[in-house]
């Protein structure tokens, strides 16, 4: 029992901690920033105000991740990005395919929690900071309301990642809100004043059908007149959750200090809309649904944007610059809102695409003023502009997985975040994340002696001549163009014969296409057009021959286009490294299957090509004569560890009863870890939440393998991998003049890997 005396005062309850990197912010960008800092043996508190992880992915706002995958609505292909950010969608697709976002929830947490470097500290918000000068943060005050404590956290490193940028600000760190006029930055696409300079929150809800009538009386404060919101007639029944992100407002408030006035207004909004779907009558369905779910806290897009070492702008992404310090990449598209949202006229949204991903440089990543504080997420250096594409979650997630691997180097040799620039410390940051599993597009870095394999033998048992693909019974119209995307290897183009089936005779187009920058997939080159003869009937063997000798290996685009009448034979085989695709449009994330954006707004027109979801995305049947050679052991001696630029991947031969790779030293090595890049279909975008996916495991992913050394011993097995990056840590050590990987059984596809990495 406790009995206290009356007093003049208290003080609250004070912890005091010292740390190596204290990071603000527990959105996912703040939590893959501190599991890889962790990792690294950075002793890392990552501060969180909200009960759960994963900000604007979380439960408590429900919005699906997405990056440069863009829904798979853009010409990005095998662009998800790398690192812990992808150990986390790979695991949630396996575990929650269906996006229940609890469970999402759930894995962030253990995901961090099983860390031993990371102190977490939920239900705790910043409430100030000391500094030690002019430009140095010492120490930030932090209060957990739900157990009345007091934080006082010091570390030499800070990483700002709460998304309205609490760090930055209390820290004098130099920041932007709003829009640049055009000409700062030679911005075409920078919005004028009627559109808006702030892109607003949004509040999503969840109907659920009980199988019985339910009434719905509508709070006081729900919007009664639905002719308010001029795009009411886009309203469905059984669209939830992300479906209404258009549902949008505060863009012309501020979005920081007037959010909860925000948020009233989009609880106005979102009930009304279900008073709307419920008691209009234009709804019968909706009888049996009730309201299962609304958010209690909108979800934020835009507010302050640090200034780092450099800013990036519109002409950064849509020319996709290369910079000596990038880290990271991007490609969602230049997506821009107008600022009345919800109650605008205009579209939800103006966005327009590149031709490829881009690089993300470190200078966007610290703050030019406070020497030793990062800043990630949604607060990098970028114009509002380039912020329209730098803000989605992936990404943001992605640059703070840089920031992690930063902060490990500059406790290592004790230096600020600036310091990295110097060119050898700027290499040795790339490699780490590289070797982390960072996907950092045309970054090429000298060797360093330290990964064995590079200097090991290869050899396997079987390598992918691929031949062609076997017809299933199914087919797809050619009501429109479809395509092949092959790599294939410098010289002639191997003539390929598809079955196809038509009620009449027909002349079929057929064109070979390259993307005019190595590493897009944007086929904007035609290197030859082929016109073939299609005669009436069923499955007709009809070959295409090509003119063309191509300088470099790399990947063709093969386009049957448009035949209508005509029907192109399918198959069941998957293959990694080759992908059918339709010239389409992703209502999603594009209004038309080609790209015109406005004359003089700094965009390109382009078409879009894309894949099919599975259970769609048949690859054709076919035969290539002569066979494809793109798969050999050479692939895995590149730089990236999925298709980009080449195929990156052994792949074994379908026939192969027992694929294996080999490892041969001419002297024994002392090994304590083998790292594998197996491949888990980096085209899919693996949408967090409320997006069911068809599968758990990808089907081109290797599934039971083996480690085996020089004397046949068993190292290493996993029996039930379903992951992309496999570290295997050997403790005690293993001494050999020889490795060998065997397959055991695969998800479905051939066997393939894209990197065996050996230290």
Known sequence: ????????????????????????????????????????????????????????????????????????????????????????????????????PLLFDALLLEKVRAEANITLLLNTAMVGLDKDGPHRIKTVHAFCSQNSTLYDVSSPLFCDASGDGIVGYLAGAAYRIGAEPAGEFDEPFAPEESYGELLGHTIYFYG?????????????????????????????????????WWLEYGGRMDTIHETEDIKWELWKVAYGVWDYVKNSGKFPEAETQTLEWIGTIPGKRESRRFEGDYMMSQSDIVEQKRFVDAVSFGGWAIDLHPADGVYSAEAGCHQFHS?????????????????????TGRLISASHVAFGSTRVMMTCAHNAQAVGMASALCREQQLNPSDLNEPARMQQLQRRLRRSGQFIPHLSLPEDGEDLARSAEWSTSSESELSGFAPSGASASLDCARALLLPVKAGLMPALTFQLTSQSAQTLEVQLRVASEAGNFTPDQTLETVQVAVSAGEHQATQVTFATTLANGGFVFVCLMACPGVQLALSDAYHT???????????????????????????????????????????????IEP??????????????????????????????????????????????????????????????????????AMP???????????????????????????????????????????????????ASVFSLQVF
């Open 627 to 696: 066979s494809v050679s793109a798969f050999g052991v050479e692939q895995l001696q590149s730089d990236y560890e999925r298709p980009f630029i080449q195929s990156n991947a052994w792949v074994a031969s379908s026939e192969d009863p027992a694929p294996y790779l080999d490892l041969k030293w001419t002297e024994a090595k002392l090994i304590t870890k083998v790292v594998i890049y197996f491949d888990v279909d980096y085209d899919h975008a693996m949408e967090s939440v409320q997006w069911h996916h068809p599968e758990d």
């Open 577 to 623: 490294g080759v992908m059918p695709l339709v010239h389409s449009a992703n209502k999603k994330v594009a209004t038309s299957a080609v790209q015109t954006p406005p004359e003089g707004s700094g965009f390109h027109s382009f078409e879009f090509w894309l894949p099919e979801r599975r259970p769609l995305g048949k690859l054709p049947a076919l035969s």
């Open 700 to 750: 081109f992913c290797v599934k039971h393998f083996r480690l085996l050394n020089a004397q046949g011993d068993v190292v290493a097995e996993l029996s039930d991998n379903h992951l992309g990056r496999v570290e295997l840590k050997l403790d005690a050590g293993v001494k050999t003049h020889a490795l060998r990987l065997e397959c055991k059984e695969t998800h479905g596809a051939p």
């Open 208 to 244: 659920k059908d009980t199988g019985e009538p339910v009434k719905y009386i509508a709070p006081d404060f729900a919007l009664k007149d639905i002719e308010a919101i001029p795009r009411h007639d886009q309203i469905q029944v059984n669209k939830y959750g992300c479906h209404f």
């Open 1 to 100: 029992m406790i009995i206290s005396e009356p007093s003049s005062e208290r003080a609250l309850k004070k912890i005091e901690i010292e740390a190596d990197l204290t990071i603000v912010g527990g959105g996912l960008a703040g939590t893959c920033a501190a599991i890889t800092a962790a990792r690294e043996g950075v002793q890392v508190v990552l501060i969180q105000d909200r009960p759960v992880l994963g900000g604007n992915a979380s439960s408590e706002v429900r919005l699906w991740a997405l990056g440069a995958t863009s829904h798979q609505g853009n010409n990005n292909r095998w662009s998800r990005e790398g690192g812990v950010i992808d150990e986390i969608a790979v695991e949630n697709t396996w575990r929650n395919r269906e996006g229940n």
């Open 355 to 375: 031709k490829g991903v881009y690089q993300i440089p470190y200078r966007t990543m610290y703050s030019r003023n406070v020497e030793n504080l990062f800043v």
